[in-house]
């Protein structure tokens, strides 16, 4: 029928328009941090030479206070993930950074080939949407009980992603093939583009909710 048809284009382009807005907020994210390593890096002399006046002035107090200061500055854009894929490790880092913002315990474990079959792009969208998930997930708990378990590698020829969220307790209710989302259109959206990208590469997908926790795994082949 042709209202189906016209259906389908609106909501197509509606997820288009959301993932190019979503691309560019990870990029924007992305920049931010190496912005500041990159200022980080280049006040690298000042620091020193500051702390050779305290040091010349035999100030030790000084020196610890601003060892500390300078400790608590580069905590904020360190790069806590080494996975061997640069934009995958951008992602991370940048997402890790949001949820620490949030009161957000991540524990990530990732390994993956520089080189891969799958493109940096789809990458970065399932990536990008599974970490927002979990976050705003994550943001329902109290402080302290706000925690993301992340861990990806390769299983034989196929790149393993899982993602894990801690929940309020309440197993979510499944509506065919998805759980019911709790949250406005971006993240339906979110979920169709993570489904349509799986299934594009011939991947695999599975959502599972269990009392207190969400987890989501993929397997992209790669070869």
């Given amino acids: 029928m042709r209202w189906m048809g016209l259906f389908e284009k609106r909501i197509e382009k509606q997820i288009a328009s959301y993932q190019h807005e979503l691309i560019e907020t990870h990029y924007r994210e992305v920049d931010n941090m190496y912005r500041q390593i990159r200022g980080w890096r280049h006040d690298y002399r000042n620091h020193i030479q500051t702390m050779k006046a305290y040091a010349a002035a035999e100030d030790w107090d000084a020196i610890r206070r601003y060892l500390d200061l300078l400790d608590e500055d580069l905590t904020t854009v360190d790069t806590v993930v080494k996975t061997g894929n640069p934009m995958t490790d951008a992602i991370l880092n940048s997402k890790i950074s949001l949820a620490k913002a949030k009161g957000i315990e991540v524990v990530a474990d990732a390994h993956i080939p520089v080189r891969l079959k799958s493109s940096e792009i789809d990458l970065c969208c399932i990536i990008g949407n599974l970490f927002d998930n979990a976050i705003e997930a994550s943001e329902k708990l109290p402080e302290g009980e706000r925690r993301i378990r992340v861990y990806m590698d390769m299983r034989n020829t196929q790149l393993y ?55 989501t795994e993929i397997l992209l082949p790669q070869v």
């Fill in 161 to 215: 992603i899982s993602f894990t969220n801690f929940t309020a307790g309440k197993k979510l209710k499944k509506e065919g093939k998805r759980f019911r989302s709790t949250k406005g259109e971006g993240h339906g959206f979110g979920l169709v583009r993570i489904d349509a990208i799986v299934e594009r590469l011939d991947g695999y997908i599975s959502r599972n909710s269990e009392d207190g926790a969400f987890t």
